[in-house]
C-alpha cells in the first residue's frame, strides 16, 4: 500500500481482556517494528520483524505481550490480560533496506485504552 | 543503555529560527534522524545525518551534529505556524544490527503568529 496501515486506529476495553492490533506495511518492506508511545513520551521499542521471524523481541515488557508476523508482511500486536498501565498509542513501522539510513515509516497508531 | 535526551518545550515567533537540541549517549550510532509529529498523527521522518558528517542542510533544516559531546541539534528557519508539532530525536542503537532507533521524549515547538 501507499503508506503503512494500522487498524484499530482506537480501541477501549476492559481490564483482563485479550486485545489485537493489526499492522500492514508498506509493500515490499521486509523490517517491521512495533512501537509504544505513552502520553507525553517518545516511542519505545517493542520488537522487529525481518521478514516473518521476530529477530527482537527484547523491548515486549511481559509474557502478556506477543507479536506475529505469519506471512512476512502483516503483522499482529496481541495483549493478553490487559491492564491499565497497557493504555498508550501502539505505532508500528516498516523499512525497505538496512543499508545506509534505516529509514522508518510510521503508521497513525492505534490508541488502546484500558479501563 | 541508550538513552535520548531532549529539552520538553520551546515557543518561538513566526519568521524567527527554531533550534531543538538533543544529546545523545550510544557513541556507535551510525545515523541520527529528526522525525516530526503532529497531533493523532504518526511519526513521519524530517531529515537524517550520518554519524561522520558535521552538517546537513535540507531546505529550511539544517542538522549539526557535535560527535565529540554527543550533541544534534535542528534548526529551523523562517518558522511557520504549520511547524507547530512535537519533533523528535533518535539515534540508531548501536549495540544490535536490527536497525531499530531509540527515541528522545519529544520536544512541543509551539510557533505564536
Known amino acids: 500500500g501507499a503508506g503503512v496501515s494500522q487498524t484499530p486506529s482506537n480501541k477501549v476495553t476492559e481490564k483482563g481482556k485479550y486485545v489485537e492490533l493489526r499492522c500492514d506495511p508498506i509493500?515490499?518492506?521486509?523490517?517491521l517494528y512495533w512501537y509504544r508511545q505513552s502520553l507525553g513520551q517518545g516511542p519505545e521499542f517493542l520488537i522487529y520483524?525481518?521478514?516473518?521471524?521476530?529477530?527482537?523481541d527484547s523491548g515486549l515488557p511481559n509474557d502478556r505481550f506477543f507479536a506475529v508476523r505469519p506471512e512476512g508482511s502483516v503483522s499482529t500486536l496481541k495483549i493478553q490480560r490487559t491492564e491499565r498501565g497497557d493504555s498508550a498509542v501502539y505505532l508500528c513501522?516498516?523499512?525497505?533496506?538496512?543499508?545506509?539510513?534505516?529509514?522508518?515509516?510510521f503508521g497513525a497508531g492505534s490508541r488502546l485504552t484500558v479501563l | 543503555g541508550e538513552d535520548v535526551e531532549q529539552s520538553l518545550f520551546l515557543s518561538v515567533r513566526e519568521g524567527d529560527s527554531s533550534v531543538i537540541n538533543c544529546t545523545y549517549t550510544d557513541s556507535s550510532s551510525t545515523y541520527l534522524y529528526w522525525y516530526k509529529q503532529e497531533p493523532g498523527a504518526g511519526l513521519q521522518l524530517l531529515t537524517y545525518i550520518f554519524s561522520n558528517m558535521d552538517m546537513k542542510q535540507d531546505q529550511r533544516l539544517t542538522v549539526l551534529l557535535n560527535k565529540k559531546d554527543k550533541h544534534l541539534s535542528l534548526r529551523i528557519a523562517d518558522t511557520q505556524t504549520g511547524d507547530s508539532a512535537i519533533y523528535f530525536c533518535a539515534e540508531t542503537d548501536g549495540s544490535s544490527n536490527t536497525g531499530k532507533l531509540i527515541f528522545g521524549q519529544g520536544t512541543t515547538l509551539q510557533v505564536k503568529p
Open positions: 513501522a516498516s523499512s525497505l533496506t538496512r543499508v545506509g539510513a534505516n529509514v522508518l515509516t
Open positions: 520483524f525481518q521478514g516473518t521471524g521476530a529477530a527482537d
Open positions: 509493500s515490499g518492506h521486509t523490517a
